[in-house]
């Protein structure tokens, strides 16, 4: 099955700068991409996702980038802010399949 | 917005007992799923529904568990006999085609 792969664990930012988090996934045929931000307690929201027929994609601060050669995509975060701070999960679906493998997760902390 | 919504939001049960956590999906979502979390630990995929049958299940999904549509609005999952490693959030989560939206949850803690 699918692996996914996530970096780094923890991450702290001052506001105001960007921040990056980076997944690796295992099944080249996986070809949906999405990000999941989760508050403590609450349950995760879809941020922003990325099929396999593009690169990159944006929305406002958050871009998300494909590599698919190398099997890896991106959160970028710019201008972060201290509502910023949450938990945020990739996810990787395989062609064929509707279930989500989520990658271990990365504790974004933004210092105001 | 139309959301996902779960009952209970708490469940506290002894070891052996049976549980049913219940969700409603949003109204014109064609898939359901059960993912569970673990206190600090990743989402982990139970069980996919399409079409009144399971599409896909994980290890986790043994015959402990089960998933039922009792009628056009409810999903839900049943734990026959509760383990202590069972204790976790359950999330339950909808989808049109692959855009999954998660519900509230429900943190199931075993005695």
């Known amino acids: 099955g699918e692996n996914v792969e996530q970096h780094p664990s923890t991450l702290s930012v001052q506001e105001g700068d960007s921040a990056v988090i980076k997944c690796t996934y295992s099944?080249?045929?996986?070809?949906?991409f999405p990000w999941y931000k989760q508050e403590l307690g609450k349950r995760p929201q879809l941020i922003i996702d990325?099929?396999?027929?593009?690169g990159e994609k944006k929305d406002q601060r958050i871009a998300v980038t494909l590599n698919k050669t190398a099997k890896h995509f991106s959160l970028h975060i710019t201008e972060t802010q201290p509502e910023d701070s949450a938990v945020y999960f990739c996810?990787?679906?395989?062609?064929?399949?509707?279930?989500?493998?989520f990658g271990t997760g990365t504790r974004l902390t933004v210092i105001p | 917005e139309p959301e996902v919504t779960q009952t209970p939001s708490h469940q506290v049960t002894q070891m052996g007992q049976e549980v049913i956590l219940r969700c409603v999906p949003i109204?014109?979502?064609?898939?359901f799923y059960w993912y569970r979390q673990i206190l600090g630990q990743k989402v982990e995929f139970l069980v996919s529904?399409?079409?009144?049958?399971?599409?896909?299940k994980s290890e986790i999904f043994d015959d402990q568990f089960s998933v039922e549509r009792p009628d056009g609005s409810n999903f839900t999952l049943k734990i026959r006999s509760t383990k202590l490693e069972d204790s976790a959030m359950y999330f339950c989560?909808?989808?049109?085609?692959?855009?999954?939206?998660f519900g509230p949850g429900t943190r199931l803690t075993v005695l």
């Open positions: 989560a909808s989808s049109e085609v692959d855009e999954q939206f």
């Open positions: 996810a990787a679906v395989p062609t064929g399949a509707n279930n989500l493998f």
């Open positions: 109204s014109n979502h064609l898939y």
């Open positions: 099944d080249s045929a996986s070809n949906y």
């Open positions: 990325i099929r396999s027929n593009v």
């Open positions: 529904f399409y079409n009144n049958e399971i599409s896909e």
